[in-house]
């Protein structure tokens, strides 16, 4: 999978996705994560990619030449499957979206910043608009960032067997019940015998009945 992130702060970018998992699926050919600067696409040698709103009002908003001349860049290259703007006023992701993009080829990923990007961009050539919570960031790359995690862990072959994305909280509509590791007693607290038990039929009971007490009393909106 190919994913393309235009933005106008790749620094940003730089850290969370050269690391951990999402750097071990780009090691390991599975996923090509690819930033693309704005600036090198500004209207004039002054760097602009942004300019007043018409109408007045605060903040400034990123202009439809240079996101235009970065999108029609890269559908030259390839045919994408989807160009998804980051906006607190779009759907919010979930678990079940991350699954749908994880299977796709080619997708870009147009980051928001300032007031948002001039309407003309979001009706000629955005296919999804997405917000990760109502909370209002300063832009759109940390949202792309936490997106691109949660797509590029799902795609087949980056997550070891052990590390499986099936038991993740979300995956069954539930979330996940508690684990324990060594040692078996901690300041008085001991693991639930049944873990240690060795008995696999027992074991995945207990799994479950936890992940439904869990999901009934924290997040009863997910058994709707
Ligand atoms: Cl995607 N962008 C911004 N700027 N703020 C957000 C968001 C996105 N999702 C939640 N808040």
Request: include cysteine; proline fraction near 5%; charged fraction near 25%.
């Amino acid at each position: 999978m190919r994913i393309d992130i235009i933005t106008v702060q790749p620094a940003l970018l730089d850290g969370p996705l050269n690391h951990s998992m999402v750097k071990r699926a780009q090691d390991k050919g599975m996923a090509e994560i690819n930033l693309i600067n704005l600036r090198d696409y500004a209207l004039n040698r002054y760097g602009q990619v942004d300019d007043y709103p018409f109408g007045g009002g605060a903040g400034m908003v990123l202009m439809c030449e240079p996101l235009a001349n970065a999108i029609e860049d890269l559908k030259a290259q390839r045919q994408y499957d989807d160009i998804i703007y980051t906006t607190p006023d779009g759907h919010t992701w979930n678990q079940q979206m991350a699954n749908a993009m994880s299977l796709k080829q080619n997708i870009i990923i147009l980051c928001g910043h300032y007031k948002g990007i001039d309407e003309r961009i979001r009706t000629l050539y955005v296919t999804q608009e997405i917000s990760i919570g109502d909370y209002v960031l300063t832009g759109g790359e940390l949202a792309a960032a936490i997106m691109t995690d949660s797509i590029v862990r799902l795609i087949p072959g980056v997550l070891g067997n052990e590390e499986s994305a099936l038991s993740d909280s979300f995956q069954d509509g539930l979330l996940a019940p508690p684990v324990y590791t060594r040692p078996s007693e901690f300041k008085g607290l001991k693991v639930p015998d049944v873990l240690l038990s060795g008995n696999f039929k027992l074991i995945e009971e207990w799994k479950l009945n936890e992940a439904e007490n869990r999901t009934k009393i924290r997040r009863p909106d997910l058994l709707k």
